[in-house]
């Protein structure tokens, strides 16, 4: 089959579909299986809220340490592929170092409703913070920001468009269009043949005012480092901190710093002075 060929061939198939549909990769599920081995159920609820007409499920998981100060409220903003429950290990091990934590489905992925897209999932991180302010009562300036991967640029938009939480986390970014092209697209083709959301962090990144963590790993093949976390952490205003672990891939953070080490590095960034 020629080059030729091949081109006709993706654009009949874009023609159906766009990058926000294959970046964007929804988990639907009918129920969620939560594992109560670290977080017992009495410190965890289910919650909903309205996103676009579209209700939305979530899980609110409130700290072991009921009487800590100060108290930070972790929003936790998921990857691509899996819903909630798929992140749940990282959500843990905020609860074990002291943060309350707000995760969500976007919708599309796990119970929610609707259909998954970039703007969708901005509208979806806003009506998340708002849950959290109306709902839960937490204060605004407590807020922690924490995006993995295409959730990095939920919690960019909100750190950027929406409120200026105590501190951002954002764990192998993406910087723009073109990394995830390289990896989905089966040809060379520039991200606008088939875009139709802005998967460009970097308008937010630099609007950021909060302290900014960027983990991000050597061998990360889906966003690479150096055209990825590198490009994000670079566009950054001070203040801000890199960790960068040579031989951790894009889903594999935890296996380099280990979950003590994870916590430490969470309590450490966000427990520090402005």
């Not at 960790?243 to 590095?265: F, K, M, R, S, W």
Request: aromatic share 14%; net charge negative.
């Amino acid at each position: 089959m020629t080059k030729y060929t091949l081109l006709l061939l993706c654009a009949a198939l874009c023609s159906s579909c766009s990058l926000d549909d294959l970046i964007i990769y929804p988990d639907k599920s009918d129920s969620y299986n939560f594992s109560t081995y670290i977080i017992p159920e009495n410190q965890r609820q289910l919650v909903t809220f309205e996103s676009g007409g579209n209700t939305l499920y979530g899980a609110y998981i409130k700290t072991r340490y009921a009487n800590d100060n100060p108290r930070f409220t972790i929003l936790y903003c998921h990857g691509r592929e899996r819903d909630m429950t798929g992140y749940w290990f990282e959500v843990e091990l905020h609860y074990l170092a002291g943060f309350d934590v707000l995760t969500y489905d976007y919708r599309g992925f796990g119970m929610s409703e609707g259909k998954a897209t970039l703007d969708g999932l901005y509208e979806d991180a806003a009506a998340a913070f708002a849950f959290m302010i109306d709902s839960l009562h937490v204060h605004p300036d407590s807020i922690v920001y924490h995006g993995v991967s295409l959730g990095t640029g939920m919690a960019a938009y909100l750190a950027s468009e929406v409120h200026s939480p105590y501190r951002i986390v954002l764990e192998t970014p993406y910087a723009n269009a073109e990394g995830w092209a390289d990896v989905i697209m089966p040809l060379n083709l520039p991200p606008s043949f088939v875009i139709d959301g802005n998967f460009n962090n970097l308008p937010f990144v630099r609007n950021f005012t909060a302290p900014l963590l960027v983990i991000h790993g050597g061998r990360d093949q889906v966003l690479p480092f150096e055209h990825h976390g590198q490009v994000v952490y670079n566009a950054a205003p001070e203040p801000k901190e890199l960790v960068y672990l040579p031989e951790a891939g894009h889903t594999d953070i935890l296996v380099h710093t280990g979950d003590a080490g994870y916590q430490y590095l969470m309590r450490n960034f966000i427990f520090a002075a402005r």
